[in-house]
Structures are given as structure tokens and as C-alpha cells.
């Protein structure tokens, strides 16, 4: 990855911590629909041969030195795409519920909506597709309390298939939320005048591994995320004052 992006150039980063099951299927369905486009596993630390079979199925790996998380894993990839000159990034997750043929529809939205991120959104098109109870109550309730935050309905603000361009790419480099980091980060872009926009896309069962959102850690997770959201609200009123 030396070499300098074209101007326009997409990078896909798919963050994986212990995915070895899923992230070598990940990166050849992704090289099958964009076979031009290179695809950068973020390997958080993994215990287990993650990073090899990434290496093995084509993409480019950085290995972390330390366990980041999730956020700390995804701002890695933010600030090496930043550095290294691309115009797009499209998360895509190591454990297979993100279906890459959808990485051409938020692309073009990205190129061509004018706005900042674009979510790859199960409940877009109103029909929804079935989650997890605990899961369920989170997305309903983070809807309830974005909308007024946001000034606009978010349908999946949990939702990790998301594609920013160079503008958020500016942002997040420099500060990104490091737990649970997709609804803070709709924050971070609102307070910046940034917009996004949703497009329906289908997901699909985890194909290995186990996600990281149990049960017992739902209401940790919706206080942790709220807390988040009102301390960039507050950093945020608190800048604007001193200016």
C-alpha cells in the first residue's frame, strides 16, 4: 500500500479480533465484487490466526501491538487511509453479517449524495430483519434519543457497514469514540455541520465467532453510549462558548 491513491480511491477496512472462522470468506467476497479496490484487516490483537488467514485471502494486514477495542481498532484504519491519501473508506466487519454486495451502493452514495457517511442501514426500507432482543431494545431506544441530536430519523444507528469520505476521514484520524463508537460518531459529525444518509441493505448471520453486545452487557452499553453522546454534546457547546 506504498503507493499513492487515485484521486476518488475507495479502501475497504475491515476491523476482526479472533475471527479466524469468517475473515478469510470477508476479504475474497469483497476482492469478488471490488477486485480493484484493496481491502485492509485491522487485526485487533487476535489470539488466534486471524492475521494470517487475512494475509492469505489477499488483503493487507496491520496487527495491532495492543488490544484497542473496536473503536481504537477502527480509528487505526481511519488514520492509515487519512495518511495515506484516500478519498473513501467503507467499514465492512470481520465476522460476515455485512454483505459486500452492498459496498458498490454506498460508494455511490458516498461520490454522489454529498454527504459525509453513509450507513448501510437493515431497516432503511421499513421492513427491518430480525436482531436480537437485547439489540432490538438499544436500536429503539438510541433512535428515540438521536432523533432531536441529530434533526433527522436514524433507522440502524448501531449499524458497523458505514462509509465515510476524506472530510470524516479528517475527523475521525484525529479523535474517534473507542467503545461502541458508531452512534457517538454520528454525534461527532452532527456537531461538525457533517450529514449522512442510509441505504437498506440486507445483513446476514455472524459466520463465526461471537459478538461482543451479550445480553448482560446491554445496559451497560446503552448507559456507557449515552454518556458518551452528552459528553460530545457538552465538549462540543463548550468550544463554541470560548470562541
Not at 5 to 18: R, T
Not at 230 to 241: D, P, Q, S, T
Amino acid at each position: 500500500m506504498k503507493q499513492r491513491p487515485k484521486p476518488g480511491a475507495l479502501l475497504v477496512v475491515v476491523p476482526a479480533y479472533n475471527e479466524q472462522a469468517a475473515i478469510g470468506n470477508v476479504v475474497r467476497e469483497i476482492h469478488e465484487v471490488m477486485p480493484s479496490v484493496p481491502v485492509l484487516v485491522i487485526d485487533d490483537c487476535s489470539v488466534d490466526s486471524t492475521r494470517t488467514t487475512a494475509a492469505n485471502a489477499g488483503a493487507y494486514v496491520l496487527s495491532l501491538p495492543h488490544h484497542l477495542g473496536l473503536g481504537g481498532c477502527v480509528q487505526a484504519g481511519y488514520m492509515l487511509a487519512f495518511e495515506l491519501g484516500y478519498d473513501y473508506v467503507i467499514r465492512v466487519d470481520g465476522d460476515g453479517q455485512h454483505d459486500p454486495r452492498y459496498i458498490p451502493k454506498l460508494y455511490e452514495a458516498l461520490r454522489t449524495s454529498g454527504c459525509e457517511m453513509v450507513i448501510g442501514s437493515r431497516f432503511a426500507a421499513g421492513n427491518g430483519q430480525p436482531t436480537s432482543f437485547a439489540r432490538g431494545i438499544g436500536i429503539r431506544f438510541f433512535r428515540t434519543v438521536l432523533r432531536p441530536i441529530l434533526g433527522k430519523s436514524v433507522y440502524d444507528p448501531t449499524s458497523g457497514f458505514v462509509g465515510v469520505n476524506r472530510q470524516a476521514l479528517a475527523v475521525f484520524s484525529k479523535s474517534f469514540p473507542l467503545e461502541y463508537p458508531e452512534i457517538e460518531a454520528l454525534v461527532v459529525l452532527q456537531r461538525r455541520a457533517f450529514s449522512f444518509v442510509e441505504i437498506p441493505c440486507e445483513m446476514r448471520p455472524r459466520h463465526g465467532g461471537r459478538s461482543t453486545i451479550t445480553a448482560w452487557k446491554s445496559l451497560y452499553y446503552i448507559i456507557h453510549v449515552l454518556l458518551g453522546v452528552f459528553v460530545n454534546i457538552l465538549k462540543f457547546e463548550h468550544r463554541k462558548w470560548r470562541r
